[in-house]
């Protein structure tokens, strides 16, 4: 594909395709070694810019070209460390989500990708029958521990429980896209809901 300027609203910023779906608010704990993964979180802290997630539908999640997900979300490395074996670590976070409008491979294999940012939903209240997930959560952010256990909040809405429960949970990655593409936080509460527990959820 042919680097065209950017189109109205959009931007360009690098894409990482992983096996993982990540939301506005959620934690995502990264182990680099790829020399163009490495260029891209030295480009991302030396501007302060974000860097694309998505999750990969075709492909390999180390090595080769991955097809990802046409939307995602914009992460922002909030720390790193050089860790004992020699990898880098880093601790991102997610911040808005986006439509993918074209991608673009680079000499490494690092790709960029032209986005456009996605209006931030409006959160929804909890809704009064599924408070078991609000506990289910909270059990497991308790059991993650560091740095997870700081996404534990008093009153959370419909859609923190949804969103975190469906990245943290060993969901198939299909059934995790197919809960991020659900625009309303409640309703996707209910469908996670209903792939957890499908009796307690009519």
Same mark, same amino acid.
């Given at each position: 594909?042919?680097?065209?300027?950017?189109?109205?609203?959009?931007?360009?910023?690098?894409?990482?395709?992983?096996?993982?779906?990540?939301?506005?608010?959620?934690?995502?704990?990264?182990?680099?070694?790829?020399?163009?993964?490495?260029?891209?979180?030295?480009?991302?802290?030396?501007?302060?810019?974000?860097?694309?997630?998505?999750?990969?539908?075709?492909?390999?999640?180390?090595?080769?070209?991955?097809?990802?997900?046409?939307?995602?979300?914009?992460?922002?490395?909030?720390?790193?460390?050089?860790?004992?074996?020699?990898?880098?670590?880093?601790?991102?976070?997610?911040?808005?989500?986006?439509?993918?409008?074209?991608?673009?491979?680079?000499?490494?294999?690092?790709?960029?990708?032209?986005?456009? %940012?996605?209006?931030? $939903? &409006? #959160?929804?209240?909890?809704?009064?029958?599924?408070?078991?997930? +609000?506990? *289910?959560?909270?059990? =497991?952010?308790?059991?993650?521990?560091?740095?997870?256990? %700081?996404?534990?909040? $008093? &009153? #959370?809405?419909?859609?923190?429980?949804?969103?975190?429960?469906? +990245?943290? *949970?060993?969901?198939? =990655?299909?059934?995790?896209?197919?809960?991020?593409?659900?625009?309303?936080?409640?309703?996707?509460?209910?469908?996670?809901?209903?792939?957890?527990?499908?009796?307690?959820?009519?």
């Amino acid at each position: 594909m042919g680097a065209d300027p950017h189109g109205p609203g959009s931007e360009r910023v690098a894409l990482f395709p992983l096996n993982v779906v990540l939301f506005p608010g959620g934690l995502l704990a990264l182990r680099i070694f790829e020399p163009r993964y490495l260029r891209m979180v030295s480009e991302c802290l030396r501007g302060q810019q974000p860097f694309a997630v998505a999750a990969i539908v075709d492909g390999p999640e180390v090595g080769g070209p991955a097809a990802t997900a046409r939307s995602g979300t914009l992460a922002r490395i909030i720390d790193w460390q050089q860790e004992e074996d020699g990898l880098l670590g880093l601790l991102c976070e997610g911040e808005q989500t986006f439509s993918l409008v074209d991608v673009f491979t680079e000499h490494d294999q690092l790709v960029r990708a032209e986005v456009i %940012r996605r209006p931030p $939903a &409006q #959160p929804q209240p909890m809704v009064a029958d599924l408070v078991w997930m +609000e506990g *289910l959560l909270a059990e =497991l952010l308790d059991r993650l521990g560091p740095p997870f256990d %700081r996404l534990a909040v $008093a &009153q #959370p809405s419909a859609d923190h429980v949804a969103n975190r429960l469906t +990245e943290l *949970l060993p969901l198939p =990655l299909v059934e995790k896209q197919a809960l991020f593409e659900v625009d309303d936080g409640a309703e996707r509460l209910r469908r996670l809901g209903g792939l957890i527990q499908p009796q307690r959820v009519g």
